[in-house]
């Protein structure tokens, strides 16, 4: 059974650019977590999708957002970014929402320039 | 909200000695995870070992066991018979139970760098 998948494993981009990350997830999973991982602020929750629904959002600017498919594979976006976006962004798939455990990707590691 | 620490930024252990990492959290709910994760140089969130709130006795997995005081919010993870592969940063992380706004969200600590010795 293949593992959660994020592409691309690695991105560098320029200050003022948008980016698209993907996710996915674990077959037969609906919902999508996404976090940021930075050494000053270690991980934070951005945002979680289930069933194509954003269920949940974390404490960050709106020009991070994201997006859920009919096959529940999901995409956050990032627009106008900043140094400070540098950052590894994990994805996180489960079964349903709520209890179950979350299987996490390897991540993409975005370096904004 | 729910908060975890962890107050132990590195530890280190010689292979096949017991460890102990420390966590506490607060939260508010009645019902809520909590989780054990390993983070290799992979960077891939590995989950390690998982405790429901309203089991009283602790949970194991093989080496992996945890100290649960549901009173005193702590949550630590002891490894035993440490191996060279249990190198990695452990992140301690809360998840509220289902029914609330939180859904599936990971509330993490900051995580210890944990060595393992030969």
């Known amino acids: 059974k293949a593992g959660v998948t994020q592409t691309p494993r690695y991105l560098i981009k320029t200050r003022g650019q948008q980016v698209t990350l993907s996710c996915s997830p674990i077959s037969g999973h609906r919902s999508v977590s996404w976090y940021q991982q930075t050494p000053g602020q270690g991980l934070q929750f951005l945002f979680e999708y289930f069933s194509e629904t954003q269920r949940n959002k974390g404490n960050f600017p709106g020009r991070f957002s994201g997006r859920q498919f009919s096959n529940s594979r999901s995409e956050m976006n990032v627009s106008t970014l900043e140094l400070g976006d540098s950052a590894l962004y994990l994805c996180a798939s489960s079964r349903l929402t709520g209890t179950t455990e979350a299987f996490f990707g390897q991540g993409t590691r975005l370096t904004v320039v | 909200a729910q908060t975890v620490t962890q107050s132990q930024p590195e530890m280190s252990v010689q292979e096949a000695e017991t460890v102990t990492l420390s966590c506490t959290y607060d939260t508010s709910e009645s019902d809520y995870y909590l989780f054990w994760y390993k983070q290799p140089p992979s960077r891939q969130m590995i989950l390690v070992i998982r405790?429901?709130?309203?089991?009283?006795q602790n949970a194991t997995e093989n080496r992996f066991s945890v100290n649960f005081q549901k009173a005193a919010k702590s949550f630590s993870l002891k490894i035993s018979d440490s191996q060279l592969g249990d190198a990695a940063m452990y992140f301690c992380?809360?998840?509220?139970?289902?029914?609330?706004?939180?859904?599936?969200?990971?509330?993490f600590g900051q995580g210890t760098i944990l060595t393992v010795h030969p």
């Open positions: 405790q429901e709130a309203y089991k009283q």
């Open positions: 992380a809360s998840k509220r139970d289902a029914g609330g706004t939180s859904y599936g969200k990971l509330t």
